[in-house]
């Protein structure tokens, strides 16, 4: 069974807006961080941004002030919102979410961001 579903990737313009969601299982309890990775083709996956419970938030130098990430706690879901895109930023992006002390850790199928020139 599904317990991490991502939505909102895509195709944009240079220089557009996408907004990624991603929102776990209610059966993934006591979540603590959650946050964003992503992979280009032939390249390590790096973190884009994290999120903690009280939604302090840390960014990559390469998004900070042109990406926001935002949490629902109630709903258990992540958001990535990502302006002023360019075409470095075209990667497969993953959710991620942890749960207390560390205990679990789970991950999004991926969604492809393609920034087009």
């Known amino acids: 069974q599904v317990q991490l579903v991502e939505s909102g990737g895509g195709l944009v313009h240079l220089g557009g807006s996408l907004r990624l969601s991603c929102a776990a299982s209610a059966s993934i309890f006591s979540i603590d961080g959650m946050g964003w990775y992503r992979q280009a083709p032939g390249k390590q996956r790096e973190l884009v941004a994290t999120i903690t419970s009280g939604g302090s938030a840390t960014y990559a130098d390469s998004v900070k002030g042109r990406f926001t990430i935002s949490r629902d706690n109630a709903k258990n879901t992540v958001y990535l919102q990502m302006n002023s895109l360019k075409s470095e930023d075209t990667a497969v992006y993953y959710c991620?979410?942890?749960?207390?002390?560390?205990?679990?850790?789970?991950w999004g199928q991926g969604t492809q961001v393609t920034v087009s020139s």
């Open positions: 991620n979410v942890r749960t207390v002390w560390g205990r679990r850790e789970y």
